[in-house]
């Protein structure tokens, strides 16, 4: 899909702006999140086959949780690259969210 949006002036003009702006760091992050990406699908593909789809489902809903996770960690660790708001009011907010999110997940477990 990215070599077709890549046939429209309209995304491969602004595209080619931040490559030239940001160089090779920018063609790495780019390649290595498509990569990641790729990967990332084709376990959750392979999951699907291999599990329950409703169990795999179940699963991705916890996705938020770690992000969160992730992001706090990036944060404390790799403060430079990852700035996560850890805003009290903030945090109570995602982390009210997240229970939320799994609440309603085991309500579909149970259901």
Do not use: H, S, W
Request: glycine share 8%; hydrophobic share 55%.
């Amino acid at each position: 899909m990215g070599l077709v949006l890549l046939c429209l002036k309209q995304f491969r003009t602004p595209f080619i702006k931040a490559v030239k702006k940001n160089g090779k760091r920018y063609l790495f992050l780019n390649t290595t999140n498509e990569f990641l990406n790729l990967i990332a699908n084709l376990l959750v593909n392979y999951a699907n086959i291999v599990l329950p789809i409703a169990l795999v489902n179940v699963l991705n809903g916890f996705q938020g949780a770690f992000v969160f996770i992730l992001g706090i960690l990036g944060t404390i660790f790799f403060p430079k690259y990852i700035k996560e708001d850890l805003r009290k009011g903030i945090v109570i907010q995602k982390i009210t969210c997240i229970i939320l999110g799994i609440i309603g997940l085991i309500i579909l477990m149970y259901k």
